[in-house]
């Protein structure tokens, strides 16, 4: 990148210099103030302003109209290009097409929607997008507002709180807890597992802080009640294998829950207390809201991730 020193900028208004390219092209102020769209006397005070600023008259007056000095003709070599290239990218935002781009996106998002996401997202990638490439990194809610501002990653996914008012955010889509067990290992009556099996059944959990209470444990205390958690783990890996083992259950967001089901065989059935919803969103920073690239990224994920794949009605479908 070429190196500026703004402070040699300081005596001169650059705007000035749009006066200055239709006296050039004019020779005749009136004509430049009518291209301009401004008064005679504006042009004749910017005329005024550009002498001092560049130490030449660059116009006398002659028998045929204003004539440009040859200071005057030296900036115009300069300027005529320079507002040129300025105007094109005023008017012209870079095109981007998938089919052809070897575009990286950079994704912050959690391990679970990894999971949940990334392999339906990375197969319509490789129909529509074959040379583009998705660099993945963890990103909780606390971290992904300063990934985005650091510029480390270009749109975080996940539940999202305190988005400063110059990061962009958008509902991917909703979701809630759910248990899923084995039904070899795990016997319950019903669809929908009671809260006498649910309490019955040890427990293996996610904790971020490493500890064998969570979110669920609070919430089952607040009704004077306690489950055995016999495993804690702060990444969602394992607890899938834990589970298709041996009798136990895990508590987990919904899109992560049916990924498992889908994946292993495992039975998904709401909880059997009330549990609040919550959302994944998607954010960016709004210097990218014109970047066609990541617009595309972003239309992506919702035409693969849209409100219905996530319906409470789908956790019915058990295989």
Request: hydrophobic fraction near 45%; charged fraction near 20%.
């Amino acid at each position: 990148m070429m190196n500026i020193n703004e402070r040699d900028f300081r005596g001169v208004d650059l705007n000035l210099l749009l006066v200055l390219h239709a006296l050039l092209e004019e020779r005749n102020v009136t004509r430049a103030a009518s291209r301009l769209f401004i008064g005679q006397p504006a042009v004749s005070g910017a005329l005024k302003r550009l002498r001092h600023a560049f130490g030449d008259d660059l116009f006398v007056r002659t028998s045929h109209g204003m004539a440009p000095t040859p200071r005057a003709l030296e900036l115009a070599a300069v300027i005529g290009p320079v507002l040129g290239s300025l105007q094109q990218a005023l008017s012209t935002r870079p095109s981007f097409d998938p089919s052809t781009s070897e575009r990286v996106f950079r994704i912050g998002l959690s391990d679970a929607l990894e999971v949940a996401l990334m392999p339906e997202l990375m197969q319509g990638l490789a129909q529509a997008a074959p040379k583009v490439r998705v660099i993945s990194r963890v990103a909780d809610s606390p971290r992904a507002a300063a990934l985005l501002d650091s510029g480390e990653v270009e749109l975080a996914v996940g539940v999202l709180q305190d988005v400063p008012t110059w990061q962009r955010r958008r509902t991917l889509f909703d979701w809630t807890f759910v248990c899923v067990f084995n039904p070899r290992h795990v016997r319950v009556r019903a669809a929908r597992i009671t809260l006498a099996e649910y309490l019955r059944y040890p427990h293996v959990i996610t904790s971020f802080s490493a500890s064998l209470n969570g979110y669920i444990d609070d919430r089952l205390k607040d009704r004077g009640l306690v489950r055995q958690v016999v495993f804690s783990s702060p990444h969602f890996a394992t607890s899938p294998l834990i589970v298709r083992q041996m009798p136990a259950i895990a508590t987990v967001p919904t899109f992560i829950a049916q990924t498992w089901r889908d994946a292993l065989g495992l039975k998904v059935s709401p909880l059997p207390i009330e549990v609040p919803t919550h959302s994944v969103e998607l954010s960016w920073t709004a210097t990218n809201d014109g970047e066609s690239g990541l617009q595309w990224l972003i239309g992506e994920m919702e035409a693969a991730f849209s409100q219905r794949r996530w319906e409470k009605r789908s956790l019915r479908r058990e295989p």
